[in-house]
């Protein structure tokens, strides 16, 4: 991993949001159009230049088929085109983004997530560290679609509040932004919805880990992640405790 590895993370994915941004200008007929044409488009403009910018690389990404080849390589991009495809499919909504990372010999060594409709983009090797927490209930936030039960047993559990948000990459950029405390998801996603995230929010001291403290690992046979939790580092302890007595 080089520098110009973060800067290539960064700037793919604020190439392919602002490409996604004149997508979603055209005149489709309903947001099933919208939704593929965001998905292939934003696809195909990652797997291009990764092919003509890192040729010897393989890519894992949402939209691509599965190339066992990845499994020996030493590098691996994981990209996601399109997160929150029906946050990016409703007129007004700022809650999608694009994933794009790199892993390296068994690590997350660069990423960038860019949330395109706030012309903003968090990426490695600096974003930045979240403000101090302010005084109030612990905020956790979720998924406004599909809310999981156990989210809602541990704000119980910990008195705190629900923030519902769209892509899983806004979701973690909330944390690091310092808009909520912990990302807690434990239904399972797939590997290219976290790997960016996850490496950002690593880079900007937050905790990262499985449901059960155990570490994240990436570039697996099956790209299927169970669980995931992102969160402030002071709040790690205490909410790996609340979590293991709620699983």
Request: aromatic share 4%.
């Amino acid at each position: 991993m080089t520098a110009a590895d973060h800067a290539l993370a960064a700037s793919l994915a604020s190439e392919a949001g602002r490409l996604l941004l004149q997508v979603r200008q055209r005149d489709l007929p309903d947001a099933a159009a919208r939704k593929a044409a965001g998905d292939t488009e934003s696809h195909r403009f990652l797997v291009d230049e990764l092919a003509r910018q890192r040729p010897d690389d393989a890519v894992l990404s949402e939209e691509g088929a599965d190339d066992p080849a990845r499994l020996s390589a030493d590098r691996v991009w994981i990209v996601d085109p399109l997160d929150g495809t029906r946050e990016f499919s409703e007129p007004g909504r700022a809650d999608w983004a694009v994933h794009v990372a790199l892993w390296e010999r068994g690590e997350l060594v660069a990423g960038a997530v860019a949330l395109p409709a706030e012309s903003v983009t968090f990426a490695t090797p600096a974003p930045p560290s979240p403000a101090p927490r302010a005084d109030g209930p612990i905020r956790l936030v979720v998924s406004r679609s599909r809310p999981p039960v156990l989210v809602a047993e541990l704000a119980t559990r910990l008195r705190g509040e629900l923030v519902p948000l769209g892509s899983a990459g806004v979701k973690a950029m909330a944390v690091v932004r310092g808009q909520a405390d912990a990302y807690v998801h434990g239904g399972g996603q797939y590997e290219w919805d976290s790997a960016a995230p996850v490496a950002v929010a690593r880079a900007a001291g937050l905790h990262t880990s499985r449901l059960d403290g155990s570490p994240l690992r990436y570039n697996q046979p099956s790209p299927w992640s169970p669980d995931l939790l992102v969160c402030r580092p002071e709040l790690a302890d205490d909410l790996l405790g609340a979590l293991a007595e709620t699983l």
